[in-house]
């Protein structure tokens, strides 16, 4: 599975951006899909994830109720919708799928990965 994110930019705190991953090369219907973030100096961390029939959402604490994750199947694409960005929200934005049979939101849990897109929430 191939996963390519895009979406990423400058955005002020307050604003709203959304990231796509399009995904290719496998069963997009097979999969679990995640975000993940990182930021300079720290752990790789779960942001959302959504299973394969997109019945089970997570997502992380500090994103609750500003995040929304979602995914279309005739696009074999997955969505971050973020809203109210925080400069704390600046991070390298990573989308993953996992081929697992069980869903979770665990970042060792997911074998095929992007490349990234920054992101950046100005104070």
């Known amino acids: 599975v191939q996963l390519v994110e895009s979406g990423g930019g400058l955005v002020q705190a307050g604003g709203s951006l959304r990231l796509s991953c399009a995904a290719s090369g496998g069963t997009f219907s097979s999969v679990h899909m995640g975000w993940f973030r990182q930021a300079p100096g720290k752990e790789r961390e779960s942001v959302a994830a959504i299973s394969r029939n997109a019945d089970s959402l997570s997502y992380a604490d500090s994103v609750k109720g500003r995040f929304t994750i979602s995914r279309d199947s005739a696009k074999n694409t997955v969505y971050l919708q973020m809203n109210t960005l925080k400069p704390e929200d600046t991070a390298v934005y990573y989308c993953?799928?996992?081929?697992?049979?069980?869903?979770?939101?665990?970042?060792?849990?997911?074998?095929?990965w992007g490349q990234g897109t920054q992101v950046t929430v100005s104070s």
């Open positions: 993953a799928a996992s081929s697992r049979y069980y869903f979770n939101s665990y970042y060792g849990s997911y074998n095929y």
